[in-house]
């Protein structure tokens, strides 16, 4: 049994982590479901915005020149138009920056990764990442965290955000923040969403109906067998979920294929350059084409400029051949008119409010 | 079929035809399902909660005359349902599986979702199996189901 002063302790922070879920409204649809959100960082309206500025702070960066909003623009879904990211010193990263919106749904993080799955832990690699450089925050951290000491509208910040704690202006709490922000980048106003799930017939084109028709046949180009569900992606989890929060039981390997889409050499051979498992090699995430209008170019290295390319290489089949391919890429054919009514369908997943929302723009603008 | 072909197809009065291996075949349109003893199943597409109301597979089974029931023994036993959709993907269940006599694995026919009529890449009828794990048997875009007796 635990003594009463635990009892009431344990009370209290259970009461004060009650108040912080219920500061934030997730605005969310009705139907749709929230997202998991990790007991030792409940979400608060505090938390969140504290988050939104870090998110869009450049000193923290090691040159002061970029901020996590550098490579991930509300304007391109919180992407960059890059085929790949570049980093504050100028180094390129190997793979092309991945959208935030709706990240709090992921299982897996990144690109290839089958064990991240926490945004505070994400945060750290682009801080203090030195293969390749992002932020080239590493060595810098002090200085970063006595600039932000010394800003009196961040000790506000932190001390509302973070309350009780005597010294909140720690890299943890960074990171907590700044996964706060990204976990409340949630997006399910397209056109699509209002014609599916909002009874509004008329709320996309009867391209973009026979777009979907292609889209869901596993007889025609079957794209939802990787990009499934509300979210067009792999497995989601979702709070009150089965098996922790996702859809059912998930394999910490699932949801990562190898589409033939280039050949694969270090430092870009996929899921295998963390397990060196020869199954692995080329085994990249199905990312959620949620707004994928926005996110060109294409893929993981972002060597696919168009919509249109993306569909010409999956109705080849993929554009190498490669003895790990996945088995789901079979080939399509596609007449001109089909490729028309893919893309109109996949321009319906656009959500133009999650563009300007201003819970999520730059607040140093 | 094109994709243009299949969203007119679900336009005109779609129907799903019953055949094979059945006393009486049947074209059954949404009317006709509306006269059936109707059911309910509650799914869930990643979280998004969904009532699915329409006529029990088996119930479709006994209307057109196919063995269930008693009669489903011997041969009988060495028959299939194959459930086409109207892009040719398609599935097969026993026909014992079907039958509550045999298993509590009940699938559905359902013609609305959340009380409205299924429409779009779901077309205007399809199945929902709600014990298996995976999806792939819970078929959409429904068009035909076809009894096979293996063993004549």
């Known amino acids: 049994m635990r003594s009463g002063w635990l009892q009431r302790v344990g009370a209290g922070l259970a009461m004060a982590a009650g108040l912080l879920a219920a500061d934030f409204d997730w605005t969310l649809p009705k139907g749709f479901p929230r997202p998991v959100v990790p007991a030792e960082n409940p979400m608060s309206a505090a938390r969140v915005e504290l988050g939104r500025y870090l998110f869009y702070e450049k000193r923290i960066s090691g040159n002061g020149t970029q901020s996590c909003g550098s490579c991930h623009r509300q304007e391109f879904a919180f992407t960059d138009g890059r085929a790949r990211a570049e980093g504050s010193t100028g180094q390129l990263h190997p793979r092309s920056s991945m959208s935030l919106v709706n990240v709090a749904y992921a299982v897996r993080l990144t690109w290839a990764n089958a064990t991240l799955d926490s945004l505070e832990e994400q945060a750290l690699i682009p801080m203090l990442g030195e293969a390749p450089v992002e932020l080239g925050l590493k060595g810098h951290e002090a200085e970063f965290l006595g600039a932000l000491r010394g800003d009196a509208r961040y000790r506000r910040m932190f001390a509302a ?59 025609h180009a079957g794209c939802f067998r990787c990009h499934g569900g509300w979210n067009f992606s792999g ?35 996929g899921l295998y350059e963390q397990t ?28 696919l400029a168009t919509l249109g390319d993306v569909i010409d290489h999956y109705a080849a089949g993929g554009r190498f051949a490669d003895p790990n391919k996945s088995r789901i890429l079979h080939g399509f054919t596609v007449t001109a008119e089909e490729k028309r009514d893919l893309i109109e369908f996949l321009k319906s997943l656009t959500d133009e409010e999650m563009v300007h929302d201003a819970r999520w723009t730059d607040p140093w603008k | ?90 599935v097969v269940f026993s ?11 009940q699938i559905l026919l359902a013609d609305t979702a959340d009380g409205r ?25 429904l068009t035909k189901l076809e009894v096979v007796q293996v063993r004549k």
């Not at chain 1, 909002?198 to 292609?214: H, V």
């Not at chain 2, 026909?95 to 694995?105: G, H, Q, R, S, Y």
């Not at chain 2, 009529?117 to 875009?141: I, N």
Request: overall charge neutral.
């Open chain 1, 235 to 269: 497995a989601v989890r979702f709070a009150g979920g089965n098996a922790g929060g996702t859809a059912g039981e998930v394999d910490p390997r699932g949801g990562f294929f190898n589409t033939g889409v280039a050949q694969y050499a270090a430092p870009n051979r």
């Open chain 2, 1 to 90: 079929m094109a994709a243009a072909g299949l969203l007119l197809a679900q336009d005109n009065a779609p129907t799903v035809e019953v055949t094979g291996a059945v006393k009486q075949a049947l074209t059954l349109s949404a009317d006709d399902l509306a006269k059936m003893p109707r059911a309910k199943v509650h799914a869930s597409n990643n979280g998004i909660e969904i009532v699915y109301e329409g006529v029990w597979l088996h119930d479709v089974l006994v209307k057109a005359g196919a063995a269930q029931g008693s009669e489903l023994r011997g041969k009988a036993l060495a028959s299939y349902v194959l459930a086409s959709a109207q892009d040719g993907y398609q």
């Open chain 1, 276 to 303: 060196q498992r020869a199954e692995d090699m080329g085994k990249f995430r199905a990312p959620s084409l949620r707004n994928v209008a926005l996110t060109a170019p294409y893929m993981h290295d972002g060597s």
């Open chain 1, 161 to 219: 955000a973070f309350a009780g704690e005597s010294d909140a202006v720690t890299l943890a709490n960074v990171c907590q923040a700044i996964a706060a922000f990204e976990r409340s980048i949630v997006s399910m106003r397209s056109p699509y969403d209002r014609y599916r799930w909002g009874g509004d017939a008329g709320a996309i084109s009867d391209a973009a109906k026979r777009g979907e028709l292609l889209f869901f046949s596993s007889e």
């Open chain 2, 95 to 105: 026909l014992a599986e079907l039958d509550p006599a045999f298993v509590e694995n």
């Open chain 2, 117 to 141: 009529p299924l429409f779009g890449e779901q077309g205007r009828f399809r199945l929902v199996a709600s014990k298996d794990k995976p999806g792939a048997r819970s078929l959409r875009m």
